[in-house]
Structures are given as C-alpha cells and as structure tokens.
C-alpha cells in the first residue's frame, strides 16, 4: 500500500524556537497533502490543505503566518511552526491522498512538545 | 462548513458483545464517510469507509450504515475482541480525496 511518511517522529524544542515537520509521500505522487493537529485525547483538526506549486489553504482560526507550509515538490509538503509557544505542543499529522484512488494516506504523526 | 458529531465518546463493552458508534453530519454534499481507529501515539487506521450511493456496507466483523435523509451513518463492530479496544473515529468528506472533519472520537474499552 502507500506510504506516507513523517519527519522528525519527535521533537523537543525551546519556547521562540521554529519547527519544520517533513511530510513524504514515498511510491506515489500528491499534489495536495492535508495537515491536521490532535491534542491530547481529542479529535483530529483539520489545519490547512497543502497544494503542490500554490498558496496553502488554512482553516479558519488558524494562523498562516505562524503554521508555514511548502509543497515544494509533488512528494514533499513541510509545516513550519514559527515561534513555538507551549500551547502548540501537539501531535501534527499529516495525509496525502492518491489522485487517482479513494483511499487517503496518513503519516505516522509528529510528536511537537514545546518547552 | 460541515460539522460531524459523534456519540459516545466512551463505550464498554464484554468481550463477544456488539458495539455501535453513532455520527450525524450537517453537509449534505458530503459523499464519503470513512471510519478510523486509533491506538495511543498512532497515526489513524482506516477500518471501513461507505459512499453515498450504498446503504449499507460490511467486512467481517465490522458494518457501516448510513441514512443520507436522516444524515447518519454508524459503525458496528461484532463479536467484539480484546485487540478491538481503541478510539474509533468518523469522518466525512465531498470526496474521498478531500479535506475530512473528523467527529470527536470514541474511546471502545472491550474487557475480557
């Protein structure tokens, strides 16, 4: 099946500090890759949906100008977080979907805490 | 945009009984209603998943209902096993490729 996978697994990082979180596709290509954030025990939010070669979509609520996004190339989408508060420590995870499948493929997530 | 609501956020259940997981949705252009299980620190496991033109839709253990009218579909799991304990979550979407609004999430606690 595809994979999608996630770099780093885990970070630990100093509060003010910038965290770039990588998104893979490895055997297919993805033109949009979606970020979603999971706080402890809740649900999966949907944060912004990364488009190959144009601007990312943010949800509402969420900062562009802190949460960064590239998809630079049509395997890789990267989330920076700027500024890093401990409030944004959090799980982010991120899924790609085959263009040409039904199936959406999550990344094995990102464990962000900040300190 | 669309909001999916889902009930309980937890379910006990005896080990050989059914369990069933209930979501409501409030788009009615959403077309694709997927179910993932999550254990802790994991990324989501898509478990079964039903579009909009079938009613009904089983594999083994599990079945997915959804009632389009009514907006709501639901997850059941029979014969429930020990393994079948984690948090189960629904989802809907416009298409299978797009952005998905989770519901809150399902904590199964399945005992021996």
């Known amino acids: 099946g595809a994979v999608v996978s996630q770099h780093p697994s885990w970070v630990i990082c100093k509060s003010g500090t910038s965290v770039k979180i990588e998104c893979r596709s490895l055997d297919f290509q993805a033109t949009t890759m979606f970020w979603y954030r999971q706080f402890p025990k809740q649900s999966l939010m949907l944060m912004a949906t990364?488009?190959?070669?144009?601007?990312?979509?943010?949800e509402q609520g969420v900062e562009k100008d802190k949460f960064l996004i590239n998809h630079a190339s049509l395997t890789l989408s990267t989330l920076t977080v700027t500024s890093a508060h401990p409030e944004d420590s959090s799980f982010y995870i991120c899924?790609?979907?085959?263009?040409?499948?039904?199936?959406?493929?999550f990344g094995p997530g990102t464990r962000l805490t900040v300190t | 945009g669309e909001n999916v609501e889902q009930h309980p956020s937890t379910l006990s259940v005896q080990e050989g009984d059914s369990a069933v997981i209930k979501c409501t949705y409030s788009?009615?252009?959403?077309?694709?209603f997927p179910w993932y299980k999550q254990e802790l620190g994991k990324r989501p496991q898509l478990i079964i998943d039903i579009r909009s033109n079938v009613g009904e839709k089983k594999d083994q253990r599990i079945a997915v209902t959804l009632n389009k009218t009514a907006k709501h579909f639901s997850l059941h799991i029979t014969e429930t096993q020990p393994e079948d304990s984690a948090v189960y979550f629904c989802?809907?979407?416009?298409?299978?490729?797009?952005?998905?609004?989770f519901g809150s999430g399902t904590q199964v606690v399945v005992t021996p």
């Open positions: 788009d009615s252009a959403s077309n694709y």
């Open positions: 989802a809907a979407s416009i298409e299978s490729w797009g952005k998905l609004q």
């Open positions: 990364s488009n190959e070669g144009s601007k990312a979509t943010y």
């Open positions: 899924s790609a979907p085959r263009t040409s499948g039904y199936e959406q493929y």
